[in-house]
């Protein structure tokens, strides 16, 4: 029995697997918890779709795929800030014109390019397939991104939380803002590879989103994220060669599950340990509230 278990350890292409998906996880689940608390989960949908045109760019330019794809993401995210501030349609509804717009961009540029890649490669990843090049790659972007959120959390939390609060403390609200989408531009290239564009969309929303249900501490949401991230790609990764499955979907799947669990039975807000509280109750002052 227990050698049916580790059997999937004794693999290189499945330790790199679990590693690949350790890192996305964690860098992931860090990232979630500024777009969860800033209400950008439709930002990291629209540049996860954005970056498709860019690859193919870079494809036909020669040049390295990750660049590209960073470059039409961060395309994605100005282009949306500059049509919000010059017009009156609301954020979430340029989102969805830039992006949708870019992506099938990005179809007609793929079907038209004679190509060795493989778009099902892209959309959906191949963490089975991912080689130790590319595991030092996605290394590297992700140690650059944590380390920036690490270091200037809490900046980003202010203008997460509180921009006005922010621009009077001298913070520039509009750097930190389009620092933050280069940190999300740089996470979707680094997860691109390994769990694709479709669904890396749940990498960088779900564990932020659990955890806030399960903390109202900023600090503890960033711990609890993490658990989530890199113990559902785990779990997901190793589940799937089991039952034969794409890796990508069974550490969504995982996520899911985790989610609506805490979704049910989280402490204080799931939604079947729920109390009225007091009309006099206020919150304790040392919390952060997260839902703004």
């Known amino acids: 029995m227990i050698e049916h278990l580790v059997e999937p350890l004794r693999f290189g292409f499945m330790q790199q697997a679990l590693a690949i998906g350790a890192i996305i996880g964690a860098v992931g689940a860090v990232l979630s918890c500024f777009l969860v608390l800033?209400?950008?989960?439709l930002m990291g949908d629209a540049i996860s779709h954005a970056v498709l045109p860019g690859v193919v760019l870079a494809y036909i330019a020669g040049i390295p795929l990750a660049i590209g794809a960073f470059a039409s993401g961060l395309f994605c995210a100005v282009a949306t800030g500059w049509i919000k501030a010059n017009s009156r349609i609301k954020e979430d509804t340029v989102m969805g014109v830039v992006f949708t717009g870019l992506f099938a961009f990005g179809l007609v540029l793929f079907s038209k390019t004679p190509s060795d890649l493989h778009l099902d490669h892209i959309l959906f990843g191949n963490i089975l397939g991912v080689s130790a090049a590319q595991l030092w790659e996605t290394g590297v972007l992700a140690a650059v991104v944590l380390a920036v959120m690490l270091t200037l959390r809490r900046d980003l939390l202010l203008v997460c939380f509180d921009p006005s609060h922010a621009r009077a403390l001298g913070k520039s609200v509009r750097g930190l803002t389009y620092l933050l989408l280069i940190l999300l531009s740089l996470a979707i290239v680094a997860a691109m590879k390994a769990v694709g564009l479709i669904l890396v969309i749940a990498v960088l929303i779900t564990p932020g989103a659990t955890a806030q249900l399960l903390t109202q501490r900023f600090d503890r949401m960033i711990i609890v994220a993490v658990i989530v991230a890199v113990g559902s790609a785990l779990a997901g990764i190793y589940v799937s060669?089991?039952?034969?499955?794409?890796?990508?979907?069974?550490?969504?799947?995982?996520?899911?599950?985790?989610?609506?669990?805490?979704?049910?039975?989280?402490?204080?807000?799931?939604?079947?340990?729920?109390?009225?509280?007091?009309?006099?109750?206020?919150?304790?002052?040392?919390?952060?509230?997260?839902?703004?």
Do not use: K, M
């Not at 800033?38 to 989960?41: C, D, N």
């Not at 799947?253 to 109390?275: D, E, S, W």
């Open 241 to 292: 060669y089991f039952i034969d499955g794409a890796p990508a979907a069974c550490i969504v799947l995982v996520q899911t599950l985790v989610f609506l669990t805490a979704l049910l039975f989280a402490p204080r807000r799931g939604l079947l340990r729920r109390r009225p509280a007091p009309a006099s109750a206020a919150a304790p002052h040392d919390e952060v509230p997260l839902n703004t």
């Open 38 to 41: 800033r209400g950008w989960s």
